[in-house]
């Protein structure tokens, strides 16, 4: 995730500063200052492990003498009693370390392991899964780092990086041609080189849209499964298809088989559930 190296450090620094402040008082009042210790994270629950490259980057910016062993990588299956990784140093650095770390390899590893799931259940149709923008606000690089480590693929990061018209911007425009129309012009004239995505309700919409030829991808949003096989056939690959909206785990399948390309969905970061894991004394 080289693109998000930026925001992956300002994260960190902020959990860190936010989580340890002026200083870890619980450890400092209870453990002499140079006790060395070692600690090991617990695997609690089935699934896909992410975020051991982010906890071995916490403890280094807490403290570079403190050292950190993965016993498994990220996007590596693990299972209830796994230790996936074992930390040696001060104990004072693995106490301020803990919840900072748990906090991001829980919520990552939960959105690894509920993305591999969707990606076996859609195997074999020629679909891939996407990520979407619904993502936890200063989050968004973990959270698409961690659809990646589980197989998916990530959409566009934000708005600067993608053209995609969606209602709001189709109705403010004036149409979908209009729209379609205008941010062509507006490319051109600023020199900029970005795919353009435009998501349409109806039929009507996506002949609109394959008129301009003028669009890389078109997203049938909330089309049941045989009205987007209807516009995946009306296509007929001019350009890349998405589906989106109501798309959950029991019908991913179906909506697979259509043939379209691409199938995003929100729920693989906006309601995940966290893995369960915990660091104990070693």
């Known amino acids: 995730m080289d693109i998000n190296h930026h925001f992956i450090t300002k994260a960190i620094d902020l959990a860190i500063a936010e989580d340890i402040g002026d200083g870890d008082h619980s450890s400092m009042g209870s453990i002499p200052m140079g006790t060395e210790g070692r600690a090991?994270?617990?695997?609690?629950?089935?699934?896909?492990?992410?975020?051991?490259?982010?906890a071995q980057k916490i403890i280094s910016l807490i403290d570079p003498h403190c050292a950190l062993q993965p016993k498994f990588q990220d996007g590596m299956s693990v299972k209830e009693g796994d230790v996936a990784f074992v930390v040696n140093g001060s104990v004072h650095t693995i106490l301020q370390a803990e919840r900072i770390m748990l906090n991001f390899m829980q919520r990552m590893s939960g959105i690894s392991t509920y993305t591999k799931r969707l990606v076996d259940i859609i195997e074999g149709?020629?679909?891939?899964?996407?990520?979407?923008?619904k993502t936890t606000p200063g989050l968004r690089a973990f959270e698409k780092?961690?659809?990646?480590i589980g197989g998916?693929?990530?959409?566009?990061?934000?708005?600067?990086?993608m053209v995609m018209l969606k209602d709001n911007h189709i109705?403010?425009?004036?149409?979908?041609?209009p729209a379609i129309e205008k941010v062509h012009d507006y490319l051109k004239q600023s020199g900029r080189k970005l795919?353009?995505?435009?998501?349409?309700?109806?039929?009507?919409?996506?002949?609109?849209a394959l008129s301009t030829g003028k669009v890389d991808r078109i997203?049938?949003?909330?089309?049941?499964?045989?009205?987007?096989k209807e516009a995946v056939q009306l296509v007929n690959k001019?350009?890349?298809?998405?589906?989106?909206?109501?798309?959950?785990?029991?019908?991913i399948r179906e909506y697979a088989e259509t043939g379209v390309q691409f199938i995003s969905v929100g729920a693989l970061t906006h309601s995940v559930k966290s893995l369960d894991m915990s660091l104990k004394q070693y």
């Open 40 to 54: 090991r994270l617990l695997i609690k629950e089935d699934g896909i492990l992410a975020g051991v490259a982010v």
């Open 238 to 251: 001019r350009c890349e298809t998405e589906a989106s909206g109501g798309i959950t785990e029991k019908n």
């Open 219 to 228: 997203m049938f949003d909330n089309f049941d499964p045989a009205a987007m």
């Open 145 to 148: 780092w961690a659809v990646k």
């Open 152 to 161: 998916g693929m990530n959409h566009r990061f934000g708005l600067f990086d």
């Open 195 to 208: 795919q353009i995505e435009v998501e349409t309700r109806n039929m009507e919409e996506v002949e609109q």
């Open 125 to 133: 149709t020629g679909a891939s899964l996407l990520d979407t923008r």
């Open 171 to 177: 109705d403010y425009a004036g149409g979908v041609v």
